[in-house]
């Protein structure tokens, strides 16, 4: 087996909260724009001062798929569908997201370049 995995929350040199302060549920509409940014950041940044337009467009499209995403996971199953496995899940501290995840059955998005 692998030993258990240690994730650290917030910007590199930043103290990681005490697990008694991180919290999680299922994100909600209010979150897409704090989960997009986090998204950019981690998987297109860090951006440079000068690459406004870069990460503005990234967090624009990041925006677009979690939006699918999240409305595909809040839609009901028709009668004798089976429920959607997937979720998406932020992890706070205090009242602010600091983290994301999404777990699940739906397909990988498309990725466009």
């Given at each position: 087996l692998a030993p258990p995995m240690r994730c650290a929350v917030?910007?590199?040199?930043?103290?990681?909260?005490a697990a008694a302060e991180l919290s999680f549920r299922s994100a909600?509409?209010?979150?897409?724009?704090?989960?997009s940014e986090l998204c950019a950041e981690a998987f297109g940044g860090p951006f440079q001062?000068?690459?406004?337009?870069?990460r503005t467009t990234s967090v624009t499209r990041f925006r677009a798929v979690l939006t699918r995403r999240l409305r595909a996971t809040q839609q009901r199953p028709l009668p004798g569908e089976a429920r959607l496995l997937h979720a998406l899940i932020v992890?706070?501290?205090g009242q602010e997201v600091v983290?994301?995840?999404?777990?699940?059955?739906?397909?990988?998005?498309e990725r466009k370049e």
């Open positions: 917030g910007a590199a040199g930043e103290e990681a909260p909600n509409s209010d979150d897409l724009g704090t989960i001062w000068y690459q406004i337009f870069k992890a706070e501290v983290g994301f995840v999404e777990v699940g059955l739906l397909p990988s998005p």
